[in-house]
Nanobody
Framework: QVQLVESGGGLVQAGASLRLSCARNGRGFSIYTMGWFRQAPGKEREFVSAISWRWSIRSTYYSDSVKGRFTISRDNAKNTVYLQMNSLKPEDTAVYYC????????????????????WGQGIQVTVSS
């Protein structure tokens, strides 16, 4: 059973930074794609960022709305993926969800909610203006 636990959310002012962490606990399949999604009140869950491995190649993906401001990374030894969020804006306010999948996904596949088998509980990020 794969369990994902998010941490690092909170309330910040516009322009500030936060780093979200997603730790994978429990035994199970090897995970080759991990992603972040977010859901704002009254809106659908949307893709934010993902990181995947195919053989020795690591690929990262970002939505246009966060490209240049957010950075995804992973510490294999800690089974943890991070989302460094800089220059936060009020429109970044949402519940952020970590997702993981055993497949080494690429391209549009990493952006699909249905592509991921495992999800965290979500963590609130609030950016005030």
């Amino acid at each position: 059973q794969v369990q994902l636990v998010e941490s690092g959310g909170g309330l910040v002012q516009a322009g500030a930074s936060l780093r979200l962490s997603c730790a994978r606990n429990g035994r199970g399949f090897s995970i080759y794609t991990m992603g972040w999604f977010r859901q704002a009140p009254g809106k659908e869950r949307e893709f934010v960022s993902a990181i995947s491995w195919r053989w020795s190649i690591r690929s990262t993906y970002y939505s246009d709305s966060v490209k240049g401001r957010f950075t995804i990374s992973r510490d294999n030894a800690k089974n943890t993926v991070y989302l460094q969020m800089n220059s936060l804006k009020p429109e970044d306010t949402a519940v952020y969800y970590c997702a993981a999948d055993p497949d080494a996904m690429t391209g549009a596949q990493v952006m699909g909610i249905m592509s991921y088998d495992y999800w965290g509980q979500g963590i609130q990020v609030t950016v005030s203006s």
